[in-house]
C-alpha cells in the first residue's frame, strides 16, 4: 500500500523507511494495481485521448478526470496528489513529474520525443528473445515491434526477467552501446534499468554469455 510520511513524504510499506512512522494511509495495493493500469494506458497508449505534449506529458488533473470518469469506485476518492503519490513511489520508476504534469518513461505504442539522457549509460545493455528468432534477430538486427521504441535492460538479470513476460526462457543478447551510438542509433537513459534505442543494427549485438552464479543463471530449460 502507499502512506504518507509527513516528514518524509510518500512510501511503499508498512512505515516510513526513515524515520518509522506509519504515516497516513493514501492507497490499498489493489487500488495501487488497478488505477496503475489505467495510468499505463493513458500514458504509453494515448487512452481517452487526452493532451499530450511532444515529450509525452499530460496534466495530472487532467489524467486523474479520465479516470475517475472511467471507474466509478474511482470517482468516489481519487485526486491528483494520490495519482502523485503514486508515481512518485512507483519501484521501477517507470513515470516522471514535470511541474503539474505526469509522462510515463517507457513503454509507449505512441511516438514521442522523450529526450532521454545519453551520457552516463553503460557499455554494454541486454535484450531478450525468443530462442526460435535468435538467429533472425542476429542477422537482421533489434526492431521495436509493437513498442515505439526498443526496450534494452541493465542487466543480463533485469534481460531474464523482461523476457519471461513473452517466454518461458528467453535467449538474452548483448548490446554494445558505443556501436549503436556511431550507426546513428543513440541510447538513452528511461528508467533504472531500462534504456530506449530507435533500433539496433546487428553489428552492435551478439549472443550474450550467461553469467556464473545469480538470477537468471544456470542451464536453459529445455522447450517443451
Not at 533485469?158 to 549503436?180: F, Q, T, Y
Request: charged content about 30%; glycine content about 10%.
Amino acid at each position: 500500500m502507499i502512506r504518507e510520511c509527513e516528514e518524509h513524504g510518500y512510501f511503499r510499506d508498512g512505515c516510513c523507511p526513515v524515520c518509522g512512522y506509519e504515516g497516513r494511509f493514501v492507497m490499498k495495493d489493489a487500488e495501487v494495481e488497478k488505477v496503475g493500469r489505467t495510468l499505463a494506458a493513458v500514458l504509453r497508449h494515448g487512452k481517452f485521448g487526452l493532451d499530450m505534449d511532444e515529450h509525452g506529458y499530460v496534466d495530472i488533473k487532467e489524467v486523474c478526470d479520465a479516470i475517475r470518469v472511467s471507474n466509478k469506485n474511482f470517482s468516489r476518492w481519487l485526486r491528483p496528489w494520490q495519482l502523485e503519490a503514486l508515481v512518485l513511489t512507483d519501484p521501477k520508476g517507470r513515470y516522471s513529474i514535470l511541474g503539474n504534469k505526469v509522462r510515463a518513461n517507457y513503454g509507449h505504442t505512441i511516438e514521442v520525443d522523450l529526450q532521454l539522457p545519453t551520457d552516463s549509460v553503460p557499455d554494454l545493455l541486454y535484450f531478450p528473445v525468443d530462442p526460435e528468432n535468435l538467429d533472425s534477430v542476429l542477422g537482421d538486427g533489434i526492431s521495436p515491434g509493437d513498442r515505439a521504441m526498443v526496450h534494452l535492460s541493465k542487466t543480463y538479470a533485469d534481460a531474464v526477467r523482461a523476457g519471461a513476460a513473452r517466454c518461458d526462457d528467453p535467449a538474452i543478447l548483448e548490446v554494445d552501446v558505443a556501436v549503436c551510438s556511431e550507426t546513428g542509433h543513440p541510447v538513452g537513459k528511461a528508467a533504472r534499468t531500462v534504456y530506449l534505442c530507435d533500433s539496433v543494427p546487428p553489428e552492435a549485438i551478439r549472443e550474450a554469455e550467461r553469467p556464473d552464479g545469480g538470477e537468471g543463471d544456470g542451464e536453459r530449460c529445455p522447450t517443451p
